[in-house]
């Protein structure tokens, strides 16, 4: 019996009260198969090409998808955006069919289409009912093979793109992101958004979209994926007549690796927006790779300092104690790269100078002293939740396996999540913050009105104030 149950048969057998359900301690973290065996196909075709497929009959639906292995991180720094253009224009005319009639296909279909680009990826996915599976793997197949770039289409998207750019400047949390980015960043493709600048995307044409996607989607470099009521053996059969002729190609390199240690000292950069009330602030330096070994164990450190929700460190003493914010979090971006580690809050003006302090303390003082026993249960009764949560439909799992094959982890890495999960102790959590937290040296970013901000702020650091 499970310590909950048996804590609560105690209570009852004994003629108490039953415990409350939120006083009794979490139940314990174990290992669990995430996918039952025989549901699950997978197989690699001559060309290189991965295929995975997740059987799962309780409804007529079916997923269908493609991902490529390289994304943003790949482009040079002076053609920034063209992974986003590109993902945007796949939408717009494949094959046959040109943006309208693409887009009346899958209307009419009752199905959805949708085509994406990360850091580390590009994904093209469709789904609708399995009677019109053979029609839905026509239109993946052509959108990830024949893509048509139509130059009125590319000028339409890059137009949209730039306008989109500049009316993205009125919010101050993306000023705020972006400005991080280009203090860690100043030199290295992170340092601009994966939607590009605008001297970035006015120079992209249909050539360089076209010489791009041909660079990408190859079949070394791609998995082709399936969920729901589709069967495994014959999918592979299927996947071998559409795409057993697809160049096998080369994997593009990856970008070259941002800077390390980044920021070298710490820095206060403000964006000028005498308009606000209120102070948008980001505090941020490098953080780790999607395959750092210590990865799981920075997951629970930052969930008790910052990303936990109500019960971190952070909401607690800026929030619940100090009123000086509606919501405060933090993050680790892994990406294939190391990315950014970040601290978001927003605060009246005047309290920005004391948010920065709370915010620096925490960090330090998480580096300092190991956390509660408790807090690392909670942490890590959290994640496991989330984890569970995060699978409970098949077009999940297939996700989280595609993701584990674009990264290089093990295959089983989710099935041994939770109890590596429950394997992190007290002493791996100190760790992990004393190696991974640097507030001597994080980056502070504030967006608001720099006259007043600016005497708050300059006992951090060096002050630079740049225009939205």
Same mark, same amino acid.
């Given at each position: 019996?499970?310590?909950?149950? *048996?804590?609560?048969?105690?209570? #009852?057998?004994?003629?108490?009260?039953?415990p409350r359900?939120?006083?009794?301690?979490?139940?314990?973290? !174990?290992?669990?198969?995430? /996918?039952?065996?025989g549901r699950l196909?997978? *197989?690699?075709? $001559?060309?290189?090409?991965?295929? !995975?497929?997740?059987?799962?009959? &309780?409804?007529?639906?079916?997923?269908?998808?493609? =991902?490529?292995?390289?994304?943003?991180?790949?482009?040079?720094?002076?053609?920034?955006?063209?992974?986003?253009?590109? @993902?945007?224009?796949?939408?717009?005319? @494949?094959?046959?069919?040109?943006?309208?009639a693409l887009a009346e296909q899958i209307d009419r279909l009752g199905a959805s289409l949708a085509v994406s680009a990360g850091w580390d990826s590009m994904e093209v996915a469709v789904s609708g009912l399995s009677r019109d599976f053979d029609r839905l793997l026509e239109i993946l197949t052509a959108v990830v093979r024949r893509p048509r770039f139509d130059a009125p289409e590319v000028e339409s998207a890059r137009s949209q793109r730039l306008a989109s750019l500049e009316q993205a400047k009125d919010e101050p949390a993306t000023l705020a992101f972006w400005n991080l980015a280009r203090a860690l960043y100043p030199e290295?493709?992170?340092?601009?958004? =994966?939607?590009?600048?605008?001297?970035? /995307? %006015?120079?992209?044409?249909?050539?360089?979209? &076209? *010489? +791009?996607?041909?660079?990408?989607?190859?079949?070394?470099? %791609?998995?082709?994926? %399936?969920?729901?009521?589709?069967?495994g053996a014959a999918f592979v059969s299927q996947a071998r007549s559409v795409f057993g002729d697809w160049p096998a190609g080369e994997v593009p390199e990856p970008g070259p690796p941002p800077p390390t240690p980044t920021p070298?000292?710490?820095? /206060?950069?403000?964006?000028?927006r005498p308009d606000l009330g209120q102070a948008q602030i980001l505090l941020g330096h490098d953080g780790i790779a999607r395959t750092n070994p210590d990865r799981i164990a920075v997951e /629970?450190?930052?969930?008790? #300092?910052?990303?936990?929700?109500?019960?971190?460190?952070?909401?607690?003493? !800026?929030?619940? $104690?100090?009123?000086?914010?509606?919501?405060? +979090?933090? %993050?680790?971006?892994?990406?294939?790269?190391?990315?950014?580690?970040?601290?978001?809050?927003?605060?009246?003006? *005047? $309290?920005?100078g004391r948010v920065v302090d709370l915010i620096l303390e925490e960090m330090s003082a998480a580096r300092d002293a190991a956390p509660t026993p408790d807090e690392v249960q909670s942490a890590k009764s959290g994640i496991a939740g989330r984890f569970v949560l995060g699978l409970e439909t098949s077009d999940a799992v297939v996700g989280s396996l595609v993701n584990l094959d674009v990264y290089g982890l093990p295959a089983d890495s989710l099935d041994t999540f939770r109890g590596r999960l429950g394997r992190v102790g007290v002493g791996d959590v100190q760790s992990a913050a004393r190696e991974r937290l640097w507030p001597e040296r994080a980056a502070i970013v504030a967006v608001g009105p720099a006259e007043s901000l600016r005497p708050l702020l300059e006992r951090f650091g060096p002050v630079r104030v740049v225009e939205p």
């Open positions: 019996m499970r310590a909950p149950a *048996a804590a609560l048969a105690v209570a #009852l057998l004994l003629g108490g009260c039953a359900l939120w006083d009794l301690p979490p139940p314990p973290v !174990i290992d669990a198969p995430v /996918v039952d065996a196909t997978t *197989a690699d075709l $001559e060309n290189g090409l991965r295929v !995975i497929v997740l059987t799962d009959r &309780r409804l007529p639906r079916v997923s269908l998808g493609l =991902i490529a292995r390289r994304g943003a991180d790949s482009v040079p720094i002076e053609h920034a955006g063209l992974a986003s253009l590109s @993902a945007e224009l796949m939408k717009r005319g @494949a094959g046959d069919w040109d943006a309208v290295h493709r992170f340092g601009i958004p =994966i939607e590009g600048a605008p001297a970035s /995307v %006015a120079g992209l044409d249909a050539a360089a979209l &076209r *010489a +791009y996607h041909a660079r990408v989607f190859v079949a070394r470099n %791609a998995i082709l994926f %399936a969920s729901g009521d589709v069967e070298p000292e710490r820095s /206060v950069v403000i964006v000028d /629970v450190m930052n969930t008790i #300092l910052g990303s936990g929700g109500f019960s971190s460190r952070l909401m607690q003493r !800026i929030r619940a $104690e100090g009123g000086l914010t509606y919501g405060v +979090y933090s %993050a680790f971006t892994m990406r294939r790269q190391p990315g950014p580690f970040f601290v978001s809050a927003a605060t009246r003006v *005047a $309290e920005a």
